[in-house]
């Protein structure tokens, strides 16, 4: 089960005039450190445009706007539906560093008007090398083919065990700017695309490395004890909302009491009202009980003596019919 949703984020680094075309920054837009996290519809822009003079053909205010990442994955079985990541000047636009991620359709757009930004080596999405299960379906990096000096040296940077399916890059512009689709880690391995029509190309899949056994069964058994410790965590929460709710009905109770700081809590009791009342019925109990037993005995010595009284009264009519006959 999710430990969390994000729904309809949109974060956005630029200049505008609304606040009098300041230039900001921020290193990571956004950060997932919990697991089991459901992202849907992320957008994380970096602004390419705005109302003080940043455009397609100009750079301005927004460029001069400090962004290293738009998405940093940390958590475990971290599920996304509908990501885009863009514009990032410093860094990788997607870092997944977090186990047993699943990502359904991302779009990223490389930062156009950072002419040094291909030299760099980053890539529009990246896989941590030390991750050993993730799944991705549907994922595209794209850039408008202006100002960048040199190439791009992949749109994606993968582990070689990574399951990637349906991988674009686009280039839009007189020429092609991406070296290969993805490349393994830091590695010289990487693959192209199988086709293009005409700036926008494609592969089914990234050839990944199945796991090993050990590796298998390795996370099968971290997953166990993640769930046997979200059990427990569970638990626990449930036994200190008891011990919540027990405590706020004892403050109300002793909320009505006089506060006699000096005192132990007998005493304290003893001195309030509802000391007082303790008693009071009490003493009402015995009086019922005593009144019960006394109404009792009442009631079965008026029985034995009518009793009596009638047998009496019959030995007398039945000597007086003998006489008589």
């Known amino acids: 089960p999710a430990s969390g949703i994000a729904s309809d984020v949109f974060t956005r680094i630029g200049s505008f005039k609304y606040r009098d075309c300041p230039v900001v920054r921020a290193d990571t837009m956004v950060e997932i450190n919990s697991d089991n996290v459901v992202l849907d519809h992320l957008w994380l822009w970096h602004a390419d445009h705005d109302d003080c003079g940043t455009d ?8 001069k706007c400090f962004s290293k ?3 940093v994955v940390n958590g475990r079985r971290v599920t996304s539906y509908g990501l885009a990541s863009e514009h990032t000047p410093k860094g990788h636009m997607l870092v997944w560093n977090g186990e047993e991620g699943n990502v359904h359709f991302y779009q990223s757009e490389i930062p156009y008007h950072q002419e040094d930004w291909g030299a760099k080596g980053y890539a529009g999405y ?15 990096v794209y850039i408008i083919a202006f100002e960048l000096k040199e190439s791009i040296r992949s749109a994606f940077i993968l582990p070689k065990y990574a399951q990637v399916y349906n991988m674009f890059n686009v280039t839009i512009g007189p020429k092609a700017l991406f070296r290969n689709l993805a490349c393994v880690d ?14 926008r190309c494609y592969r089914a899949a990234f050839p990944f490395e199945k796991l090993p056994p050990a590796i298998v069964q390795e996370l099968k058994g971290e997953k166990l004890k993640a769930e046997q410790r979200a059990k427990r965590e569970k638990a ?10 027990k405590e706020i009905i004892r403050d109300e109770v002793l909320g009505v009491l006089p506060v006699l700081p000096e005192k132990d809590g007998i005493h304290r009791l003893a001195s309030s009202p509802l000391g007082h009342a303790v008693p009071l019925c009490v003493g009402l109990l015995i ?24 047998w009496a009264l019959s030995e007398e009519l039945s000597e007086l019919t003998h006489h008589a006959s």
Not at 56 to 63: R, V, Y
Request: hydrophobic share 25%; with cysteine.
């Open 56 to 63: 397609l053909p100009n750079k301005g205010p927004s460029d």
């Open 236 to 245: 626990k929460e449930g036994s200190e909302k008891r011990k919540e709710t």
């Open 69 to 71: 990442h738009g998405i």
């Open 287 to 310: 009086v019922g009980a005593v009144a019960t037993r006394v109404t009792t005995f009442a009631l079965q010595w008026r029985t034995r003596h009518v009793s009596s009284r009638e």
């Open 186 to 199: 830091d590695t010289d391995t990487c693959y192209q695309t199988e086709k293009c029509s005409p700036m």
């Open 126 to 140: 990246y896989v941590a090398p030390h991750v050993r299960k993730h799944l991705a379906h549907g994922v595209g």
